[in-house]
C-alpha cells in the first residue's frame, strides 16, 4: 500500500494559500464518511511524480495526518494553468464494506505475439479506460488485456477481460469494445485531372510569360510602319486628277488658237 504524509492546517485564506504553495506545500482536503473533512497539505517534492502517473486516481493511498492513518482515494486535482504543477487536491475516504465508481486505465500485453500486429496491421484503442464498480477492498490498478494470437478484424470485448473478484462494468447492457486489430491504412494520392494539366500548360500562351510583352509590341510597331508607308502612295494617286486636268485645259487652248 502506497503511504503519503500529510499535516492538518488552518491556512484558510488566499494569501496563506499561496505563501503554503511557495513554501513548497500543496494545499488538500479530505472528505467523506461519517467523519469531518479535513484540511491538510502535502509535500509538493513527494507527490510531484506519482500525480503524472496514469493510475494515480484509481489508486487507494495511505494517508498519514499527523501519525493518524486514513485510507484515501484521490478524487480531484487542481493544475496551475501555466505551469501545469498541481496546486490542489481532493482525498475521499473509503469505508470498509464500500463500493466505488472508478474509471480503471487498461493496460495491453503480448503484443509482440500478435499475428495481425506482425502482418502490418494496428492496434485500434476504443476505450483507455474502462469504468468499474469496485469493492472498497478489491480496486485493481489496471485492466489487463492480452493481445497474444489476435488476428487482424480481431475485436477485444469486456467480456474477454478477466476481472478481480466482485468488480463489474458500469456498462451491463452490451458486451461493448475496448479495441480492435485492424488492416493498414494506406493513403493513395489523387491523379492530376485534365483540367488542372491544362492550367499548367496556359502560362506558356499568355502575355505573363517572359518576351510576351515584348513581341506584341514589336508587331504594333510594324503595323505604324506599313501604315505610314501606304499614305505616300495615297498622296500620289490624289495628285493624278490635277495633272490631268491641266493637260485637258492646255488642249483647250491649243484649238481656240
Known amino acids: 500500500m502506497n503511504i503519503i504524509k500529510a499535516t492538518k492546517r488552518t491556512t484558510a485564506s488566499t494569501g496563506q494559500i499561496n505563501k503554503l504553495r511557495s ?9 467523506g464518511g461519517k467523519k469531518n473533512n479535513i484540511n ?30 486514513e485510507r484515501v482515494l484521490p478524487r480531484e486535482v487542481a493544475y496551475d494553468p501555466v505551469s501545469d504543477e498541481p496546486i490542489h487536491i481532493d482525498f475521499i ?17 503480448n503484443s509482440d505475439k500478435s499475428p495481425g500486429l506482425k ?17 472498497s477492498e478489491n480496486i485493481p490498478d489496471e485492466i489487463v488485456v492480452d493481445l497474444d494470437n489476435t488476428e ?17 462494468p458500469t456498462i451491463t447492457d ?8 485492424v488492416s493498414p491504412t494506406i493513403l ?12 499548367g500548360e496556359a502560362p506558356a500562351e499568355g502575355v505573363t510569360e517572359e518576351g510576351a510583352a515584348p513581341d506584341a509590341e514589336g508587331k504594333k510597331e510594324d503595323a505604324g510602319k506599313e501604315k505610314a508607308a501606304a499614305k505616300p502612295a495615297d498622296d500620289k494617286s490624289k495628285a493624278a486628277p490635277s495633272d ?7 488642249e483647250k487652248e491649243a484649238k481656240k488658237k
Open 174 to 181: 452490451r458486451d461493448f469494445v475496448i479495441a480492435t486489430v
Open 93 to 109: 475516504r473509503i469505508e470498509k464494506g464500500s463500493k466505488i465508481i472508478l474509471e480503471i486505465p487498461v493496460k495491453f500485453i
Open 119 to 135: 502482418k502490418g496491421g494496428v492496434l485500434n484503442i476504443v476505450r483507455r479506460k474502462v469504468e468499474l464498480r469496485c469493492p
Open 152 to 168: 487482424i478484424n480481431s475485436s477485444l470485448k469486456i467480456s474477454s477481460v478477466k476481472l478481480p473478484e466482485n468488480v463489474v
Open 23 to 31: 513554501e513548497g506545500f500543496i494545499p488538500a482536503v479530505l472528505y
Open 40 to 69: 491538510i497539505s502535502l509535500k509538493k517534492l513527494h507527490l510531484k511524480d506519482i500525480v503524472k502517473t496514469e493510475t494515480f486516481m484509481s489508486k487507494v493511498f495511505d494517508l498519514d495526518i499527523d501519525g493518524s492513518p
Open 188 to 199: 493513395v494520392e489523387p491523379e492530376k485531372t485534365e483540367e488542372v494539366a491544362a492550367e
Open 244 to 250: 490631268k486636268g491641266q493637260s485637258a485645259g492646255k
